[in-house]
Each structure stands twice: as structure tokens, then as C-alpha cells.
């Protein structure tokens, strides 16, 4: 399994910006992507980025607003996150796949990250 910990969050005012980081201990997977979940919601697909190639994909709520991407250097992945509005509160998971998939479906990924949480006012 990748060990994936996760960085960043907090509380952001609408319209703000924040950026997540995850360290990858062993960053050698297919797909890597970063998920969001709300209390009694399925966890559900924010972007993703596959290594070979350097593809990236996002939900279409957070278009043109999240970037994903990858410092290979230092193993980190990150999520800046800009214009952000009260409905991205979440708790925002980075995860990776050594398969590959649907971007998108929990399934797909194998290792996730503990979990940060990003609180929009």
C-alpha cells in the first residue's frame, strides 16, 4: 500500500484559498486523486491526476477553481483550492492507485490518507 498523510485545511473565509498537501511515502501508483466527504454522504470525487502523462480530471463543481498537482521531487501531492464557498466544507482525502480506474469511484484507489478538514465561512 501507498502511505498517504495529509496537510493543510482549515478554516477559510468564502472566497479565500487554501492548499492541501500529501506526503507519498511511495508515490509509484497509476492515479492519485483527492476525494471529499460530508456526514452522511458518500465520499465523492474532487480531481485526480494520473502519472503517466500527467492527465488530470475534476468534478465539475470545483472546475476552474481546484488545481491537482504533483512536486515528483518531494513525493507531495497537493490541492490548491481558490474561490472557495461554503458547500466545499468537507473532509477532503488524498488517495492513490496502483491500478488505475474510474477516477472518480472510491473503489478505484487502494490507499488513502487520514483525512484534513476544510471548513468554509
Known amino acids: 500500500d501507498v502511505q498517504l498523510v495529509e496537510s493543510g485545511g482549515g478554516s477559510v473565509h468564502a472566497g479565500g484559498s487554501t492548499r492541501l498537501a500529501c506526503v507519498l511515502a511511495?508515490?509509484?501508483?497509476?492515479?492519485m486523486g483527492w476525494f471529499r466527504q460530508v456526514p452522511g454522504k458518500e465520499r465523492e470525487g474532487v480531481a485526480s491526476?494520473?502519472?503517466?502523462?500527467?492527465?488530470?480530471a475534476y468534478a465539475d463543481s470545483v472546475k476552474d477553481r481546484f488545481v491537482i498537482s504533483l512536486d515528483g521531487a518531494k513525493g507531495i501531492l497537493y490541492l490548491q483550492m481558490n474561490s472557495l464557498r461554503p458547500e466545499d466544507t468537507a473532509t477532503y482525502y488524498c488517495?492513490?492507485?496502483?491500478?488505475?480506474?474510474?477516477?472518480?469511484?472510491?473503489?478505484?484507489?487502494?490507499?488513502w490518507g487520514q483525512g484534513t478538514q476544510v471548513t468554509v465561512s
Open positions: 488517495a492513490g492507485s496502483q491500478t488505475g480506474g474510474l477516477w472518480n469511484v472510491a473503489g478505484t484507489y487502494d490507499s
Open positions: 511511495d508515490y509509484n501508483s497509476k492515479c
Open positions: 491526476l494520473s502519472t503517466v502523462g500527467s492527465i488530470t
